[in-house]
């Protein structure tokens, strides 16, 4: 049988062609039954736990800014209503807004403070209010 000329007939050939022996191989686990540890000596495998590196979420303050429009018993109620806060917390927050011009209702992650500005932001347009509700990185 003739060879024929392919184009990659000028590249040597494999070595089991060549007549060259190549060593075997073992995997992890032929090589230790195939050379077990002498009796006496423990068979020992150290394992290290690496722990995950986990960080914190960013923070977020969820505030309400003072209008002259919004009355202070719907800011009590939005309070009470979005925020969990009891009467006493919902009223020192509304006065707090009423005097300095935004307070602080609660500090949330990312997307729990975002939904908290939307909720309140549609609650005060469903009642005519001009309420502003928003948020801040901590």
Do not use: W
């Not at 000596?41 to 960013?58: C, D, G, L, S, Y």
């Amino acid at each position: 049988m003739k060879k024929t000329s392919t184009p990659f007939s000028n590249l040597p050939a494999p070595a089991a062609e060549r007549g060259a022996a190549r060593p075997a191989r073992m995997a992890d686990d032929d090589r230790k039954r195939a050379n077990p540890p002498p009796p006496g000596e423990p068979n020992v495998a150290v394992i290290a736990k690496t722990k995950p590196q986990t960080k914190r979420p960013n923070l977020y303050r969820v505030l309400i800014l003072n209008d002259d429009y919004t009355p202070m018993e719907f800011v009590v109620h939005v309070l009470e209503r979005f925020f969990g806060k009891d009467h006493e917390a919902a009223t020192r927050i509304m006065l707090h807004v009423h005097h300095h011009g935004m307070g602080e209702c609660g500090i949330y992650t990312y997307e729990v403070a975002e939904t908290k500005v939307t909720q309140v932001m549609d609650f005060a347009r469903k009642h005519q209010h001009p309420l502003q509700c928003v948020m801040e990185k901590k």
